[in-house]
C-alpha cells in the first residue's frame, strides 16, 4: 500500500516543536476557503491544504497563543489539536503499533476521556478496534477513566492508510452548529457551505444579497451573521419556508437585519422593483431528487435565470449551488451568462458543485 502522509508534521522533527498542530475539519472541497480564512484571522507559520491527502482536513501550524481563535473561522466544522503520528501496518499487527504508539505520546488527560477514531483505508481491523487499543494505552499509562458519554477528554486517534495520527478533539460539537434553529428545513444547507458561497461571491460590505431560494434562510442569515451593512433579501415560494426563515433569523439575532418574502424566483418581477440592482444572488437550488421532480428543474434553473437578468448590474455575480452543474452550466451559457468559477464539493454524500456566474 502507498505511503499516504508527506506532511511536515509527519516527516519533520522541529516543525513539531514550533507553535501548535492543528487539524481543521470542513466539507471536502472547500479547504481552499479554510487556507484563505485562517491566513486572514491567524499567523500560520505553515499549513497543508488536504492533510494526508484526504478532503476535508487541513493542518494548520499556529502560534500557541492563538488556539482558541481557530473557534472564530466560520469555513470548520472540528478542531482536533494534534499530539504526534506514526506509522503503522495495515494489518492485525496494526493494532499493537497503535497501542505501543499511543503509550509513547504524552497525552494530556482530564480525569476522565474517550477515544474516537476516523479511519480512511483499507485495515484488517475497524475503527472500534483503534478505539479500544488506543483506550488501553491511556489506561495502563494514566489510570483515568473511560467516560464514553461526557468525558473531560475526547482524544481522536485517526488511522490514514499507513499513518495513525493523534490528537486532542478540541470541538464538542460542529462549528456548523451557529445558533439553534427554530425551524428545520426539510433541505437545510450546511452554514460552512453558505460561507463558502459568499467567500466565492466576494461579499463585501454595502452589498445588496439576494436569495431567491432561500429555504430557512441559512445562506442570508450567514451573511447577516458575517458582514455588517449588507442588504439582504431571502425569497422562497413556500410560506412555511418563510415563517421559518423568520424565526431562524430571530434565533440567530439577525431579524432587524434580514427580509424574507414569499415569491416564486422564476417571476422576480411581481415581487421586485425594477430599479432594485442585486449585486449577489447567491442560492442552494433545488435538486429534484428529494422531491422526485428532476423533470421540473431545468425550467426552474432557466426561468430563474432570465427572470433575474433584469435585476443584475455588470459587475454583479451569480453564485449557485447544483448536483446538476453541465444542465446549468449549459443553460447559464444559452442565457448569455459567463460561468467564472466551478467548485466541486462533497455535499451530503452528493458530488456538487458551486458555480460562480457573471452576465456576459
Ligand atoms: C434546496 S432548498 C434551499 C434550502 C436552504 N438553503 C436552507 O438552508 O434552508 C430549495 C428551496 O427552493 C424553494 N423553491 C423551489 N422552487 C421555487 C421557486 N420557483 N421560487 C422560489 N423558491 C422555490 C423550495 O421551497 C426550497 O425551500
Known sequence: MESCCKSTFITGHEALDSGAWIMVT?????????????????????????????GGRVLLNIPLNQVNQVFTLRSIEHIIQLIGSFKIKCDKGGLN?????VYRLDVPLGSTFRVSCERIGEHEFTSIDVQRAAGQALVDKYAKKVDLKNPETIVRVDVIHDTCIVGLQRTRTSLRIRYPRAFQHYSALNPVIAYGML??????????????????????IEAAQVWSNLDLLGIDISPKSIEGAWRNAEAAGVKD????????ARRLEKILPLDWKVDKAISNLPFGIRSGRMKAIPGIYSDFL????????????????????????????????????SKQILYGGLQAWIVLLVPA
Open 199 to 220: 467567500r466565492i461571491s466576494n461579499v463585501r460590505p454595502g452589498d445588496r444579497v439576494l436569495d431567491a431560494f432561500c429555504g430557512g434562510g441559512t445562506i442570508i
Open 26 to 54: 470542513t466539507v471536502p472541497g472547500l479547504e481552499d476557503i479554510v487556507l484563505r480564512e485562517a491566513s486572514e484571522k491567524l499567523s500560520i507559520f505553515g499549513a497543508e491544504e488536504r492533510f494526508c491527502n484526504v
Open 257 to 264: 437585519r434580514v427580509r424574507f418574502i414569499v415569491g416564486d
Open 97 to 101: 503499533q497503535i497501542y505501543e504508539g
Open 306 to 341: 432570465k427572470s433575474l437578468k433584469p435585476f443584475l448590474k455588470e459587475d454583479s455575480k451569480v453564485c449557485l449551488l447544483t448536483v446538476h452543474r453541465d444542465l446549468l452550466s449549459s443553460i447559464s451559457e444559452s442565457l448569455n451568462f459567463k460561468v467564472i468559477e
